[in-house]
């Protein structure tokens, strides 16, 4: 039967296009449906696994039936690859049930193009994503023993003596390097980390529960010594001898006895006698310093040891002077912790033809330049707005809340402004989110021409988000903490065209105590320079207008003393109570002109004769 290809849904993505093509018998594409899941990815990582493609929905719609087994292409992007990383798809089923599926092939053609597609046979239906994770490698143990050597790194060394268990068994196990610069960032954080120089990978091991190990286990790992601080350190020899050698003032404490209270297990290395080193295993999730271990020193950092019972995760660790055993294991769990954790920061950005719209990007700090760089090449503008550095995991999200005079556009926020909408972290992926903007009071921030708020980021972490139904738990607003930066935002504003409608003025005051413009130009004729300052003070006209008219008027005098008398006129309160004419005629009077003041009184008299 001819497969037919079906492609349910395009891949917004600059790398690869189409989002997932599945091959299938005939009539079996017209009850596919394939959709784009991405609000998922939270809860599609785990421990030390990455995403690198987007989160594809598969399922049969309506209750027709399906041959299996399907073929799924997802292309995927990954920007390291590592000989320690390898890439599979997980498959999530309807009874929320991760499997891994290896690949098939990883490079081919679909729809047109040739790129990477992880490339697999399933016989069930779900949600389905391409991550890269720790290759987890496996071999058996026959009862005459074996000794093995993993692929990615043949520097390590599994050796099983002959009678290790009474039957054979399946071992498991996967190996996380910790590069030189995890362990700078973990030795700035406490001052008796600097004394360590460095570590060994991270072996994992997965011993069957019911078999215990009968016969000792020799582990062999590289923990490279520092070869530059060998001329610095020979003088630190003679230090550490006498620390182990010290006589102490009570009883006596042989040499054995100082290392255990040092941290057992602690010996010197044979290339670097200025070097201890030390082994650190991991067991139900509790780290220790391993008890009564020889380590021996080989050639090229290698080391050995001898192990008598089955331990979960090991790790040797090489310093220069003694540390405490709580030091020891705080160590490793800050190893643990931050192997799986990113240095992120918060981008926002206005995009160029969308003043109204920002463009919100969660970035690691190790690639903040080089994605700059990739978003003032699409045309985005030049002036973004970072926060601080971040530690975030896989998975982890942001949620964002908008507050001052910007909200959100549409129904994508709530009352208290948090989004619906969340960036998902993923170290491989792009994590973006375009905020359209709009302004919660149009006529706020009067006097800049921006309407201004605020963004304000809280994170949620990855096992704060659990499955209900097909969607993702979203925490409540009250769980979400103190939020872990906030960025200014920026609204420009519209030119309004506002039409108000034209409404008359009502006077309460009688028409015949009105003051007519030619009555204020006669007495504006009439007053002197010396007269004009007492008259003002009368009027109670403030000495910030008073200088505001004189410095517009110029040396016109009788047109300063009209402008004056005209805002003396505006302001005054139209009231029944406070004639204009009679108020203006004790205020020259007061100043020392009565003479003008009866003057003023007959003139209006005379005006409002006029008007009857």
Not at 81 to 106: C, F, H, N, Q, W
Not at 296 to 323: A, K, M, W, Y
Not at 483 to 510: F, G, M
Request: proline share 7%.
């Amino acid at each position: 039967m001819e497969p037919a290809s079906l492609d349910e849904a395009q891949l917004e993505n600059s790398d690869i296009l189409g989002a997932c093509f599945i091959q299938a018998p005939l009539g079996v594409a017209e009850v596919l449906r394939c959709e784009v899941a991405d609000t998922l990815s939270c809860l599609m990582v785990s421990d030390a696994e990455k995403l690198v493609s987007r989160v594809i929905r598969v399922r049969v719609e309506g209750c027709g039936a399906i041959r299996y087994p399907l073929t799924v292409a997802i292309p995927f992007c990954v920007r390291h690859r590592g000989t320690y990383r390898t890439i599979a798809v997980k498959l999530v089923d309807r009874e929320r049930r991760a499997s891994y599926l290896t690949p098939v092939t990883t490079e081919s053609s679909h729809g047109g193009q040739r790129g990477s597609f992880a490339e697999v046979k399933v016989y069930s239906l779900g949600l389905f994503a391409v991550v890269s994770c720790l290759k987890r490698e496996h071999f058996t143990v026959p009862r005459r023993g074996v000794s093995h050597k993993p692929l990615v790194d043949p520097r390590i060394c599994l050796y099983y003596l002959p009678g290790s268990f009474t039957a054979s068994v399946m071992v498991q196990y996967t190996i996380q390097p910790l590069d030189a610069v995890l362990l700078a960032t973990i030795k700035s954080k406490s001052e008796a980390y600097r004394r360590v120089v460095s570590t060994s990978p991270l072996l994992c091991l997965a011993h069957p529960s019911s078999q215990p190990l009968l016969r000792p286990l020799t582990v062999t790992l590289p923990c490279p010594p520092n070869p530059d601080k060998w001329k610095d350190m020979r003088g630190q020899v003679d230090l550490v001898k006498r620390l182990l050698t010290l006589p102490a003032a009570g009883p006596a404490v042989s040499s054995s006895q100082q290392r255990r209270m040092l941290g057992s297990s602690i010996q010197s290395s044979k290339e670097n006698p200025a070097e201890l080193l030390s082994v650190l295993c991991c067991k139900d999730h509790q780290w220790s310093v391993a008890e009564g271990i020889v380590i021996q020193s080989h050639q090229n950092g290698i080391v050995s040891f001898e192990l008598t019972e089955n331990f979960d995760r090991l790790l040797v660790v090489r310093f220069l002077s003694p540390l405490q055993p709580c030091q020891l294991t705080s160590l490793a769990e800050d190893l643990v912790d931050s192997v799986c954790g990113h240095l992120v920061r918060v981008v926002i950005q206005h995009r160029q033809g969308e003043p109204r719209a920002v463009l919100v990007s969660a970035l690691p700090s190790r690639e903040l330049s080089w994605e700059m760089s990739r978003l003032q090449a699409g045309g985005d503008s030049a002036a973004p707005q970072t926060s601080p550095e971040i530690c975030m995991r896989e998975g982890d999200q942001l949620v964002l809340r908008l507050c001052g005079n910007v909200t959100c556009a549409g129904p994508r926020a709530s009352k208290c402004g948090l989004l619906e909408e969340r960036i998902t972290f993923h170290s491989q992926r792009r994590n973006e989110l375009l905020v359209p903007l709009t302004e919660v009071d149009p006529f706020g921030n009067y006097s800049s021409p921006h309407y201004k708020g605020a963004a304000v980021f809280y994170k949620a972490t990855r096992g704060q988000a659990e499955w209900r139904g097909d969607k993702a738990v979203r925490v409540d607003v009250e769980n979400l903490g103190e939020p872990v930066c906030t960025l200014p935002l920026s609204l420009p504003k519209r030119v309004r065209s506002i039409r108000r409608p034209v409404t008359p003025r009502i006077s309460l005051c009688d028409r015949t105590d009105s003051l007519p413009d030619s009555l204020l130009l006669w007495l504006s004729e009439e007053l002197s320079e010396e007269e004009l300052g007492p008259l003002a003070h009368s009027l109670r006209i403030r000495r910030s207008s008073a200088q505001l008219v004189k410095l517009r008027a110029g040396d016109n005098l009788p047109g300063e003393a009209f402008r004056m008398l005209t805002m003396w006129r505006r302001e005054l309160p139209a009231s029944l109570l406070r004639p204009k004419a009679s108020h203006l005629a004790r205020c020259l009077a007061r100043s020392g002109r009565p003479d003008l003041a009866a003057e003023l009184l007959l003139r209006q008299a005379a005006t409002s004769g006029n008007l009857k």
